[in-house]
């Protein structure tokens, strides 16, 4: 499996953005899929996770805010961000695990203007 994450931009706070992060080769609906980030001097964080099963876990900085989905036949996750604020700008990027395997996708960058 490899990924490829899109959808990030400039948006004003209270904003919306959804990223994608889209999945090439098989068995992809055997993966749980994390959505991270990380700001500028910052460590990366968990943002919100997504089993194969389809049971969702989000870091409580983003609950109410973020929505994680996945659509397996498309091969894709995705995360839609709404109220976003300053404080959510980061690189964010999409992670795949079924152990022992990770992969990482590349980063989409979220700027959130004030």
């Known amino acids: 499996v490899q990924l490829q994450a899109s959808g990030g931009g400039l948006v004003q706070a209270g904003g919306s953005l959804r990223l994608s992060c889209v999945a090439s080769g098989s068995f992809f609906s055997r993966y749980g899929v994390g959505w991270y980030r990380q700001a500028p001097g910052k460590q990366r964080e968990l943002v919100a996770g997504?089993?194969?099963?389809?049971?969702?876990t989000y870091a409580d900085s983003v609950k109410g805010r973020f929505t994680i989905s996945r659509d397996n036949a498309k091969k894709s996750v995705y995360l839609q961000m709404n109220f976003l604020k300053p404080e959510d700008t980061a690189a964010y990027y999409c992670?795949?695990?079924?152990?022992?395997?990770?992969?990482w996708g590349q980063g989409a960058q979220v700027t959130v203007s004030s």
């Open positions: 997504i089993t194969s099963g389809g049971t969702t």
């Open positions: 992670k795949a695990e079924t152990l022992p395997r990770t992969v």
